[in-house]
């Protein structure tokens, strides 16, 4: 079951700190600010940073965007949320959410300050938008205001009556979050792509860009992955190859500068992972995809991994034009790698370029049995004697041998004596 806790209280004394930079900057029109992190295990000292501690972190944020704040994180499959009504800023729970997520050691953080601007307010925040989708539980955070009227031509009638809000009681009603109906619309497409995520975000994308102007950045995660998207606002990321490794993206780096942050642009599509760099799609809107299937012989289900993620032969997937690097194991349950079927390369560490559908098989072979060490060898169908029933024969072969030689020359013995007579 979905963990969902809000947190209130009546009182708060928190001091929030203006710093002059900040005030500029925040000064400038928007809707909301965000945050996400991915690590092997989040950093506990880092995310206490981006969220309480640095000039722009999101507690401070908290002063611009005063209509509560949400968390979610993900031990496992299922995420825990926890969310608060008070400015973030002003609200002693968020330090306590903010610290419970930092020392969670969870794999994937997100946390959201909401500026209301469509929909309810005076409640919980509702970011991040929670919603269990294709056997996954999706956690959805948005920056910018969007049409709900365009929103919910797209996403359908029919989808819209077996989805219902996350706040109000039906999609009609005012308390509808712009936010939700983005989110539904996203996994709608996600989900007509056969549950290809980059493929149903950019049509998603392209079909809203195409008939709204308003912002529409984001971030989404299934627990596994990272997403996050820019159009209208500012979004930036970070990675740390060193200890401890981790990727993160915000609305606004939480540091007093850019500070290794990379900025984004409009379109542009980023992809975290645990372990690997981000990778960012330039214009996820026009992008080429393309079938990459991947197959294995003489023996299927070999893992390998395709730009670091995990993947089990065979499969086949629709993936963005552009470089990506698969890597077989050198062995696989008594298995052994051998080459590439389609141009016999030897290298299990293959660079490809997809820009046209692709099919490639990893080719291993059986190792053979070790040699004997040592004894004798019977072959597997001569009945072989046991050492133990040997024994016995050992034994009585001392008794009778004197027996039979004494027997003999009793025997010779006596015939000699009646020549001799």
Not at 166 to 171: I, K, L, M, Q, R
Not at 368 to 373: D, E
Request: charged share 15%.
């Amino acid at each position: 079951m979905l963990s969902i806790l809000s947190l209130t209280m009546a009182s708060a004394s928190t001091t929030h700190h203006v710093y002059p930079s900040q005030a500029i900057q925040d000064s400038q029109p928007h809707q909301c600010r965000f945050w996400g992190m991915i690590a092997s295990y989040l950093p506990e000292d880092v995310v206490l940073d981006h969220l309480i501690n640095l000039p722009y972190s999101l507690k401070n944020l908290g002063g611009w965007n005063r209509n509560g704040w949400g968390f979610a994180y993900y031990n496992d499959s299922e995420p825990l949320v926890l969310r608060g009504e008070l400015p973030a800023n002003t609200d002693p729970n968020f330090d306590l959410a903010a610290q419970e997520l930092a020392g969670s050691g969870a794999r994937i953080g997100v946390g959201h300050v909401r500026l209301a601007a469509s929909g309810a307010s005076g409640i919980p925040n509702p970011h991040p938008f929670i919603r269990y989708k294709g056997g996954k539980w999706w956690a959805f955070g948005h920056n910018g205001v969007l049409s709900k009227t365009i929103l919910k031509s797209l996403v359908g009638s029919e989808y819209l009556a077996e989805n219902p809000p996350t706040v109000g009681d039906n999609w009609e009603d005012p308390d509808v979050i712009d936010s939700d109906l983005y989110m539904l619309y996203i996994l709608k497409c996600i989900e007509e792509k056969n549950w290809n995520i980059n493929e149903g975000i950019a049509k998603a994308v392209t079909d809203i860009s195409e008939a709204d102007s308003g912002a529409m950045n984001f971030f989404l995660t299934d627990g596994e992955t990272l997403w996050g998207f820019r159009r209208g606002y500012t979004l930036y990321y970070y990675y740390s190859e060193t200890s401890p490794q981790y990727s993160a993206i915000a609305s606004q780096p939480p540091t007093s500068t850019q500070d290794g942050w990379t900025a984004l642009y409009d379109y542009n599509l980023i992809i975290l992972t645990g372990n690997n760099p981000p990778y960012v799609i330039d214009d996820i809107t026009t992008i080429e995809f393309y079938e990459l299937t991947v197959a294995s012989s003489s023996i299927t289900g070999i893992t390998y991994t395709i730009n670091g993620s995990e993947r089990m032969t065979p499969h086949t997937e629709m993936i963005p034009e552009g470089f990506y690097v698969l890597v077989m194991p050198s062995t696989h349950d008594g298995y052994v790698w051998f080459h590439w079927l389609e141009d016999g390369d030897t290298n299990r560490i293959k660079t490809v370029t997809m820009n046209t559908n692709t099919t490639l098989t990893g080719v291993f072979t059986l190792v053979p049995p070790p040699p004997p060490v040592g004894g004798r060898a019977f072959p597997i169908n001569m009945p072989m004697i046991k050492p133990e029933l040997q024994i016995p024969w050992i034994w009585l072969s001392t008794i009778i041998l004197p027996l039979v030689l004494t027997v003999v020359y009793v025997k010779k013995r006596k015939r000699n004596i009646e020549i001799n007579f």
